[in-house]
């Protein structure tokens, strides 16, 4: 036992992609820089946590009040008992958010306590939740927001001088000929192509039936197949993935915003998706991770941890990964500073594979300088109003 002695959150930002960079044009009316949200928690041993919540790029400010408004109800307590924190926030919380911004925030603190009781023991965080039943894991490189031909030839070199076979690319329902051009152009460096959809946020979503015209007219055009489709539902559309998947060859997968384990079990239990993405800093921690693949396991589904967060969740779904028996994981590509130093050698890459992080705790480095360095930025909030980055007609993807 070591009791919790203090709480603070921490807003952090820091140059992220280039002021070119498509998502930068559509989702950063302030420019490239990007925000995360953390909770530092001190134990009474001097030990301290770290956890992320991915609210905090979208709404840091919530973010931060909302930890302030938890922290009363966790000083004194037992810093080791993870499960009886979350619960103790989940009576704070769940009346007005059972669902929502306050998960991110559940998620942050008790992936800062995980990390704090495996420090303390000496331990990674993995080992709490579980043996992993393998020292590395598969990866796919997570990119492709691209609007040019070059831009596309640079990340699969990136991909191929690291090993990595699988390429996640964004694309809409219209974009049939890019696609096609890029399961071509990436089939000559061995890449297999994933399509995010980017439904997540679509209300209302595409029909099933112009996913189904997308995936008909890239086949039309080439013999080399997607591998999965991503979001390419709505999330308020479970339905509509389960008619998906018995209409098209690529895996239908999603889930990454989903922010509790009962309803991610319970789209397992209906055979919503092929494998499910779970998000450690979104749907309540690592140990909310481990019941995705606790039920995952009993339906033969697969699980894919999402990772585009901050450092410290990348960690957090990382070690969920390990812990959980996964097999594939996701690399992000978007430079960003702030989380190259706070990873540092935690996140080892080795042909193509991700190297079991045996480190005490999640194997972030945080200091003063670091925090000093990327100061919060109030303009470094990502808009979910996109703008229009006037990308080219589908006929450049024609041309030689």
Not at 290 to 299: G, Y
């Amino acid at each position: 036992m070591s009791k919790i002695k203090n709480i603070r959150s921490l807003l952090l930002s820091s140059p992220y992609a280039e002021e070119g960079h498509p998502e930068i044009l559509e989702c950063f009316p302030n420019g490239a820089k990007r925000t995360i949200g953390m909770v530092e928690i001190t134990l009474e041993n001097g030990t301290k946590g770290l956890g992320e919540g991915y609210l905090a790029v979208f709404a840091p400010r919530v973010f931060e009040s909302i930890v302030e408004l938890c922290t009363p109800y966790l000083i004194d307590a037992d810093g080791f008992d993870i499960k009886q924190r979350v619960r103790d926030l989940c009576r704070v919380c769940d009346y007005w958010s059972l669902q929502g911004a306050a998960r991110h925030v559940i998620s942050a603190v008790e992936i800062a306590l995980a990390d704090a009781k495996a420090k303390s023991l000496n331990i990674p965080v993995h080992k709490l939740y579980g043996d992993a039943k393998t020292d590395r894991m598969e990866m796919y490189g997570s990119g492709g927001i691209c609007d040019t031909k070059e831009h596309f030839r640079e990340e699969l070199k990136q991909l191929s001088e690291l090993g990595i076979g699988l390429y996640k690319i964004r694309a809409e329902k219209d974009d049939i000929i890019r696609t096609a051009w890029i399961l071509e152009e990436a089939a000559k460096h061995g890449i297999r192509v994933g399509v995010d959809m980017c439904q997540n946020l679509a209300d209302p979503p595409q029909k099933v039936k112009e996913v189904v015209d997308y995936v008909t007219g890239i086949q039309n055009l080439t013999d080399q197949e997607i591998i999965f489709l991503e979001e390419s539902i709505g999330p308020a559309d479970p339905e509509g993935f389960k008619a998906l998947r018995r209409c098209v060859s690529p895996k239908v997968c999603g889930g990454e915003i989903i922010t509790t384990p009962t309803e991610m079990n319970e789209r397992i239990r209906s055979q919503v998706y092929d494998f499910v993405q779970p998000d450690a800093s979104v749907i309540g921690g690592i140990g909310a991770v481990m019941e995705v693949f606790e039920q995952a396991n009993q339906m033969n589904t697969e699980v894919v941890v999402h990772a585009w967060g901050g450092p410290v969740a990348i960690m957090a779904s990382y070690h969920a990964a390990f812990a959980g028996g996964g097999n594939l994981v996701e690399f992000p590509m978007l430079d960003f500073p702030l989380g190259d130093e706070m990873l540092g050698e935690s996140k080892a890459i080795l042909n193509g594979f991700l190297l079991r992080p045996d480190g005490a705790g999640l194997g972030i480095t945080f200091n003063d300088e670091i925090e000093n360095k990327y100061r919060f930025d109030e303009t470094a909030v990502y808009s979910c109003k996109t703008l229009d980055r006037g990308k080219p007609p589908e006929s450049y993807w024609e041309e030689n």
